[in-house]
């Protein structure tokens, strides 16, 4: 499946560097495309002139910041690209790319840059589409609104995965491997981690890494008396895999849950409202005479 992103653009220096991104001079650039743009060479003016006239240059409530376009990415799949051997030459691409706007914004100014792009880490290549979406509806001359963020990228979704139905693309599966060319690459939070030296302090990382020493840990015991039957299956209520013994029979895996007497302690602790550990000791009060706990309200299961 493609796979397609946005990013607001909400700050005049973030529009000089789109201005610059989508130079099609630049060498990275296959092939471009404008629509409703009549100076391919001024598209950036026309736009700001466009949304000047509109009052789109400014927030549309006090307080808010101003969203001037949309910079959307389309990204196609490594394998299908035909650098790669794959259906989707820069031509088909940019078809794509036509079908897609004439599907959702029909009415608004918009760039297309085709980029042949490559991965820093492996070194594959792939076609990007990139496009500069402005804010004006030109037929009613109010902002582009897709509605809510999540509810708008699930229809950028779906709109995807109709024209990937078109073009017989297939579809992304969750959780596998959906190129054979072009490797996982880590998510921002994880690149985030790498540069300050904590890539091996993430949370699912420390996860692993307790259960792996847990799973050691136990796996050296010889027996495990109070085995529960329910992990016979070498499962734990965690659906974790738990090692096994000799025998074939599972070893729990042990994570720190408090025992059955010590959670009764503390509940009969709590409804006598007296501290655990003050109920079987004395207590001295002024002049260092000792008094009964029990005087200071302890249970009365405590005194028998």
């Known amino acids: 499946m493609t796979a397609i992103k946005q990013t607001s653009v909400m700050s005049r220096e973030h529009l000089q560097n789109l201005k610059r991104y989508f130079d099609w001079d630049r060498e990275k650039v296959l092939e471009h495309d404008t629509q409703h743009i009549i100076n391919e060479d001024r598209w950036f003016e026309e736009m700001d002139a466009t949304r000047e006239a509109a009052g789109h240059n400014r927030p549309g409530k006090q307080g808010a910041r101003c969203t001037y376009m949309q910079h959307q990415v389309i990204g196609f799949n490594p394998d299908e690209c035909s650098c790669n051997g794959g259906p989707m030459t820069p031509s088909r691409c940019m078809e794509y790319a036509r079908d897609y706007i004439a599907k959702r914004?029909?009415?608004?100014?918009?760039?297309?840059?085709?980029?042949?792009?490559?991965?820093?880490?492996?070194?594959?290549?792939?076609?990007?589409?990139?496009?500069?979406?402005?804010?004006?509806?030109?037929?009613?001359?109010?902002?582009?609104?897709?509605?809510?963020?999540?509810?708008?990228?699930?229809?950028?979704?779906?709109?995807?995965?109709?024209?990937?139905?078109?073009?017989?693309?297939?579809?992304?599966?969750?959780?596998?491997?959906?190129?054979?060319?072009?490797?996982?690459?880590?998510?921002?939070?994880?690149?985030?981690?790498?540069?300050?030296?904590?890539?091996?302090?993430?949370?699912?990382?420390?996860?692993?890494?307790?259960?792996?020493?847990?799973?050691?840990?136990?796996?050296?015991?010889k027996s495990c008396p109070d085995a529960s039957g329910s992990l016979q299956g070498g499962w734990n209520p965690m659906g974790l895999r738990s090692p096994l013994q000799a025998g074939g029979a599972a070893i729990p895996l042990s994570l720190g849950v408090p025992r059955q007497d010590e959670e009764d302690q503390r509940r009969e602790a709590r409804l006598c409202r007296q501290p655990l550990d003050r109920a079987d000791h004395e207590v001295h009060g002024k002049g260092d005479r000792p008094r009964h706990a029990g005087r200071l309200g302890a249970c009365p299961r405590e005194h028998r």
Not at 141 to 169: F, H, I, M, Q
Not at 189 to 206: I, L
């Open 105 to 221: 914004y029909p009415n608004q100014e918009i760039v297309i840059v085709l980029h042949e792009e490559r991965c820093r880490s492996d070194g594959s290549a792939r076609f990007a589409a990139h496009l500069a979406i402005n804010r004006t509806d030109l037929e009613t001359g109010r902002r582009l609104n897709d509605g809510p963020a999540r509810a708008a990228a699930k229809s950028r979704v779906r709109t995807v995965k109709d024209l990937d139905a078109e073009y017989g693309l297939k579809q992304l599966e969750r959780g596998l491997s959906n190129s054979k060319v072009h490797a996982r690459q880590p998510g921002r939070e994880e690149r985030e981690m790498a540069k300050k030296g904590r890539s091996d302090k993430s949370e699912n990382a420390r996860v692993r890494a307790i259960i792996a020493q847990r799973a050691e840990e136990v796996g050296r015991l």
